[in-house]
C-alpha cells in the first residue's frame, strides 16, 4: 500500500478499531456491533446513533475522556481523520522545535468552529498535553463544548464568536500567543449544494434518497457563502491582523482545486512561508494548507520563552 493511503505513524487508529477492548470499557457499544461479510466484528457507519457510540467509545479509551457525548443533529465526526490533523500539527510545530514535538500546557492550540464535539481539543490535550482554545459561533455547541469540558475537568478554554463575517477578530485577544491555529471550514457555499452533497453520500452507500441534510450537521457547520473558498480566504485576510501573535496559521481544505485560490490570498498576504500538508485515509486524501509570517530564523522564539 502506499504510504500515503496509511494514517499518520502515530495514530492510535492506524491498525483499524479494537472492538473487544472498546465494548470492554463501553458496553453500550456492543448493541450497535455487527459482522461484516468477512465475520469481523464492525457497527453500520450510517446509523447516526451507532457512530456516536462508537467515537464515545474511541474517546474513552484512546484518549481518557470519560463523558463524550453531542446535541441531537450536529456533526458526529470519524475520530481517525481528525487525529491525524493533530499529529501533523505537531510535526509542523517540531520543525520550528529543533526537530523536538513540543508537549505540554505552554503550547497553545486555538480551534476554530471547534463545534458541540470539542473533537480537536479533546484529543490534543490527550496526545501532547497542549492548551487548547476552542471556539464556535452557535451557541448550542458552546453548550455542549463546555459541558464536556465540566464533566471532564479539563483545562479548555471555551470562546463564542458573535459576528459571522469574523475569524480571529473579537476571539483573539491583545495578550493572546498561540502556536497554532487549526480549522475545519464548512465547506458548502449554500444549503442547496449541501443538501446535494448529502443525496450523492446516501446514493453511494446504496441508501436511495434522503431527506436529511447530513448525517450530523448545523447549518452552520456544513455551509457558508461562497464555501470554504470564501471562508478560508477570510482567515488569510484577517490573520495578517495578529500576524505576531500566531507561529503557524492552518486549515483543512476539502478540494485541491481550491488550493490555487488560496496560494493567491497567501501571497497577496505578504506571508513569510506556506506549506500544504496531505493527509490520507483509506481511498480518501485530505490536506490542510498552514502558513506564518513569523521568519524561519524566529521561529523557535515562540517555544524557548521569548514570546509572553
Same mark, same amino acid.
Given at each position: 500500500m502506499d504510504k500515503k493511503a496509511k494514517l499518520h505513524p502515530r495514530n492510535q487508529h492506524a491498525d483499524g478499531y479494537d472492538f473487544a477492548r472498546l465494548v470492554a470499557d463501553l458496553p453500550e457499544l456492543d448493541a450497535?456491533?455487527?459482522?461484516?461479510?468477512?465475520?469481523?466484528?464492525?457497527?453500520?457507519?450510517?446509523?447516526?446513533?451507532? @457512530?456516536?457510540?462508537?467515537?464515545?467509545?474511541?474517546?474513552?479509551?484512546?484518549?481518557?475522556?470519560?463523558?463524550?457525548?453531542?446535541?441531537?443533529?450536529?456533526?458526529?465526526?470519524?475520530?481517525?481523520?481528525?487525529?491525524?490533523?493533530?499529529?501533523?500539527?505537531?510535526?509542523?510545530?517540531?520543525?520550528?522545535?529543533?526537530?523536538?514535538?513540543?508537549?505540554?500546557?505552554?503550547?497553545?492550540?486555538?480551534?476554530?468552529?471547534?463545534?458541540?464535539?470539542?473533537?480537536?481539543?479533546?484529543?490534543?490535550?490527550?496526545?501532547?498535553?497542549?492548551?487548547f482554545t476552542g471556539v464556535d459561533i452557535d451557541a448550542g455547541a458552546i453548550k455542549s463544548a463546555q459541558r464536556i469540558c465540566q464533566l471532564n475537568e479539563l483545562a479548555i478554554t471555551i470562546r463564542r464568536q458573535n459576528l459571522p463575517e469574523n475569524v480571529f477578530r473579537g476571539v483573539i485577544e491583545p495578550r493572546d500567543v498561540f502556536h497554532v491555529t487549526m480549522c475545519n471550514?464548512?465547506?458548502?457555499?449554500?444549503?442547496?449544494?449541501?443538501?446535494?452533497?448529502?443525496?450523492?453520500?446516501?446514493?453511494?452507500?446504496?441508501?436511495?434518497r434522503s431527506k436529511a441534510l447530513n448525517f450530523g450537521g448545523q447549518d452552520a457547520e456544513l455551509?457558508?457563502?461562497?464555501?470554504? @473558498?470564501?471562508?478560508?480566504?477570510?482567515?488569510?485576510?484577517?490573520?495578517?491582523?495578529?500576524?505576531?501573535?500566531?507561529?503557524?496559521?492552518?486549515?483543512?481544505?476539502?478540494?485541491?482545486?481550491?488550493?490555487?485560490?488560496?496560494?493567491?490570498?497567501l501571497k497577496k498576504a505578504s506571508v513569510a512561508d506556506y506549506k500544504v500538508v496531505e493527509m490520507a485515509q483509506g481511498q480518501k486524501i485530505s490536506r490542510f494548507i498552514a502558513w506564518t509570517f513569523i521568519r524561519k530564523n524566529q521561529r523557535s522564539s515562540f517555544f524557548n520563552g521569548g514570546r509572553k
Open positions: 450497535f456491533t455487527t459482522l461484516n461479510p468477512a465475520g469481523q466484528t464492525t457497527i453500520s457507519f450510517q446509523d447516526a446513533e451507532a @457512530v456516536r457510540m462508537l467515537n464515545r467509545a474511541l474517546l474513552k479509551t484512546h484518549y481518557g475522556i470519560a463523558y463524550w457525548d453531542i446535541p441531537a443533529n450536529y456533526l458526529c465526526p470519524p475520530i481517525p481523520g481528525r487525529v491525524d490533523y493533530i499529529h501533523y500539527l505537531a510535526d509542523l510545530l517540531a520543525e520550528s522545535n529543533n526537530r523536538q514535538i513540543p508537549r505540554g500546557p505552554e503550547v497553545k492550540a486555538l480551534d476554530i468552529g471547534t463545534g458541540a464535539s470539542l473533537v480537536y481539543p479533546l484529543i490534543g490535550q490527550s496526545e501532547y498535553g497542549w492548551h471550514p464548512p465547506f458548502h457555499a449554500s444549503r442547496e449544494e449541501a443538501s446535494k452533497g448529502t443525496q450523492r453520500k446516501w446514493q453511494n452507500l446504496g441508501k436511495g455551509w457558508c457563502p461562497g464555501g470554504e @473558498v470564501k471562508f478560508i480566504a477570510r482567515m488569510i485576510e484577517q490573520s495578517t491582523e495578529f500576524a505576531g501573535q500566531c507561529l503557524w496559521f492552518t486549515s483543512l481544505v476539502s478540494k485541491k482545486d481550491n488550493l490555487q485560490p488560496l496560494i493567491r490570498a
